[in-house]
């Protein structure tokens, strides 16, 4: 008998789905900040991977996490990237105005049985290790102040990302029964991304390698709610010519929109494009069907991080 260990166990380059579904590709910011280089960066990549494909770019903005939103960050994040010359298709869709669908998908979990209520508080939990357990069998209440997680079991999930290569995570040893709702209320980062993803259609997700641990969390939720597995793209991360996360320099201010060819042309070369010395002072709108004709997820540094060049000037 042929074993269907590899589907069972393996996100396949296209989550299972039929051949002919048309590409959805989609960039997800979350508005605690204006975009910087490195969101650019990412950005890009989703917006030309989906171009490449001719599919579809959606533009979702992540509010889901109240406190951490800084006024007006939402709207300048889109003003800035129409400046920056990307064209998302349909509505810009918002976690804030889904709370109904993250609470069907926990009822859905609920009544599978893989959800229980934890009144531990952070202070009450060990560290970085896996969450042991405490209210697993304990069959609290659910309510106001008290956390819904959801039960893991052994056993690694693995996946191949289109750029980082496999990637095995046994979420029973690293995290453990991982939250799915907040104490304080809301949906779980995890939950909602997944949510969103299935609604829209995603087919594959591309996004910056920071999140590579948590999709196998991810992946998790979809088959407890029997919902598709996208393929994964997840590029280096930018980081400072020292290696230091983007601090309080001048990559991680504000994009510039007077200043759009340029930018765009120095996260092209990070992409691995190459741009010619002959695009330098080209319109965005030159940029960009430029850059689609000769893009290629092959070209990409696979790599988690990529640290920016030092200025030749300032040495910054
Ligand atoms: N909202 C997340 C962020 O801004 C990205 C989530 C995702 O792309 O899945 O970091």
């Known amino acids: 008998m042929k074993s269907s260990t590899a589907t069972a166990t393996t996100a396949t380059a296209d989550g299972g789905r039929p051949r002919t579904l048309p590409y959805v590709g989609r960039f997800a910011p979350s508005p605690t900040g204006d975009l910087h280089l490195g969101s650019l960066y990412t950005a890009a990549g989703a917006y ?50 889904r709370s109904d669908q993250y609470a069907a998908a926990l009822r859905t979990l609920t009544e599978r049985g893989l959800l229980f209520a934890c009144s531990c508080s952070r202070s009450q939990l060990p560290g970085s290790a896996p969450y042991p357990g405490t209210c697993r069998t304990l069959r609290l209440a659910s309510g106001p102040g008290v956390a819904l997680r959801i039960r893991v079991e052994p056993g690694e999930i693995v996946f191949t990302d289109r750029v980082q290569g496999e990637f095995r995570q046994n979420l029973a040893a690293t995290g453990g029964d991982f939250i799915v709702r907040r104490r304080d209320g809301p949906a779980a980062y995890a939950l909602a991304v997944v949510v969103d993803d299935a ?17 196998p969390q991810q992946i998790h939720l979809q088959r407890a ?22 601090a309080k320099s001048r990559h991680s201010r504000r994009l510039d929109d007077a200043d759009a060819g340029a930018q765009l042309l120095r996260v092209f070369a990070l992409l691995g494009l190459d741009p010619p010395l002959s695009l330098t002072g ?29 200025d030749p000037v300032t040495g910054s």
């Open 199 to 215: 609604a829209q259609g995603v087919t594959e997700v591309v996004r910056g390698a920071d999140l590579l641990p948590s999709t």
């Open 225 to 246: 709610l029997a919902l598709p597995t996208p393929a994964y793209a997840h590029l280096p991360l930018l980081t400072e010519p020292d290696g230091a996360k983007l």
């Open 48 to 97: 030309l991977e989906s171009r490449s494909h001719r599919g579809r770019f959606l533009v979702r903005i992540e509010d889901l996490d109240r406190p951490r939103e800084v006024p007006g960050a939402a709207g300048r994040i889109l003003a800035t990237l129409e400046a920056f010359g990307f064209e998302w298709d349909g509505a810009v869709m918002r976690q804030s105005a």
């Open 282 to 310: 080209a319109p965005v709108a030159e940029l960009w069907p430029w850059a689609v004709d000769r893009w290629s997820l092959r070209r990409v540094p696979r790599c988690p991080s990529l640290a920016l060049p030092r």
